[in-house]
């Protein structure tokens, strides 16, 4: 009777379920709480996860005096990732290059690789292994750039192929953002954007070499729909992992900014500024200030058929006797969601050097995703 009354009263405080008030209290066994615990946590959790990837291939030839090569076949990249939702509120992402043969920072390595927590639209926080938050074009896929490769501001300041002696990290370095968007319209676009982020300052998939962290920030406005008009900023510093004392340096500031904007749509227009403070670690030689620009066109011609035309400009010291101008023009037909056909035309004025200053590039790009 006293064992009966003892199940009732566990069983009316929800200790043990009513229909488990019986004569016999059923115990579970360690394995099937832990069975039973494991089901009740991933149902919580809900993970999704999606599998892709893209191949870029390319042809192409210049008539550039003075070199060995004038072109030919090349992989841009062998990507495959995988990204999805867990928890309701946290997005992650893995990609991984796997183009190239084995060796320090080059061939198969982990690209991207973080966290992000999304609950909601005016804070999101981001951990782990991503792009730099410097500058519209950094953030975008080879596959939207639109003229088979990045500015040359993008590529020298926003660390793609940082001119500081940086091995080449795609834009990316390990750290922390906070980022949101504010103001919603009536159209559902927001009216200001803000992100800013500590990171290490080495790049990809290299540990902190010193005390220091760099920030990196953006603001911008849309006062209408697809339109963003900003700045950034960036105060950081490089340690060179190779100091030898020998015309190199041991570590160099990076303390940038930039303006710009953009407006992707059917058209699309984009635009930026940005200067640079800092040596290049390589090279103690090097002159201490570089900036760069550019001004980027696309026209739909028709729904697969889109032209897009650049003006694009790099001084590596500063002085217009070091200016290197691309003139570039892009043809894209995209055949269905997941092929690419490119056929990109450009023209070199390069005054820093005094052999090969004009020559003509031709390439030949095709995007694949699956």
């Not at 009740?40 to 870029?56: A, C, T, W």
């Not at 190199?248 to 904007?261: E, I, N, P, Q, Y």
């Not at 269905?336 to 200053?357: C, E, H, M, P, W």
Request: glycine share 12%.
């Amino acid at each position: 009777m006293k064992k009966l009354l003892l199940v009732f009263v566990l069983g009316m405080l929800g200790i043990i379920p009513i229909s488990a008030q019986t004569d016999t209290v059923k115990v579970n066994s360690p394995k099937v709480e832990l069975e039973k615990s494991t089901k009740k946590f991933f149902k919580k959790m809900d993970p999704s996860i999606k599998f892709g990837g893209y191949i870029v291939g390319k042809y192409s030839v210049n008539d550039r005096a003075g070199q060995a090569s004038n072109g030919g076949f090349d992989l841009r990249f062998v990507r495959l990732y995988l990204n999805g939702y867990c928890f309701k509120d946290f997005y992650y992402r893995l990609q991984m290059e796997v183009n190239g043969a084995p060796g320090p920072d080059k061939g198969p390595r982990v690209v991207d690789a973080f966290v992000e927590w999304q609950k909601f639209d005016f804070l999101r926080l981001k951990l782990g292994q991503f792009k730099r938050s410097f500058g519209f074009e950094n953030p975008y896929s080879p596959l939207l750039v639109g003229l088979g490769s990045y500015s040359q501001a993008t590529m020298k300041l926003a660390s793609i192929n940082d001119r500081i002696g940086e091995h080449k990290s795609s834009g990316r370095d390990l750290g922390f953002q906070a980022q949101g968007d504010l103001f919603k319209a009536k159209d559902g676009h927001y009216w200001l954007h803000y992100q800013v982020g500590f990171f290490n300052g080495q790049g990809i998939n290299h540990a902190d070499k010193d005390n220091f962290k760099d920030l990196i920030g953006g603001l911008w406005i849309s006062p209408i729909k697809d339109l963003a008009i900003g700045g950034f900023g960036w105060n950081g510093k490089y340690t060179n992992e190779k100091y030898t004392g020998n015309g190199d340096l041991k570590s160099v500031a990076r303390k940038r900014w930039g303006v710009g904007m953009k407006y992707e749509s059917k058209w699309t227009l984009r635009g930026e500024y940005m200067s640079s403070v800092g040596g290049v670690a390589t090279n103690a030689a090097a002159p201490d200030r570089s900036d760069g620009w550019y001004a980027t066109l696309g026209a739909p011609i028709t729904k697969d058929l889109k032209i897009y035309g650049r003006w694009d400009c790099y001084r590596d010291a500063k002085t217009w006797s070091s200016l290197k101008t691309n003139y570039g023009i892009s043809a894209n037909y995209t055949l269905g969601k997941n092929l690419i056909f490119q056929a990109n035309y450009a023209f070199t004025d390069d005054r820093s050097v005094s052999v090969g200053k004009h020559y003509n590039t031709f390439d030949i790009q095709v995007y694949a995703r699956f």
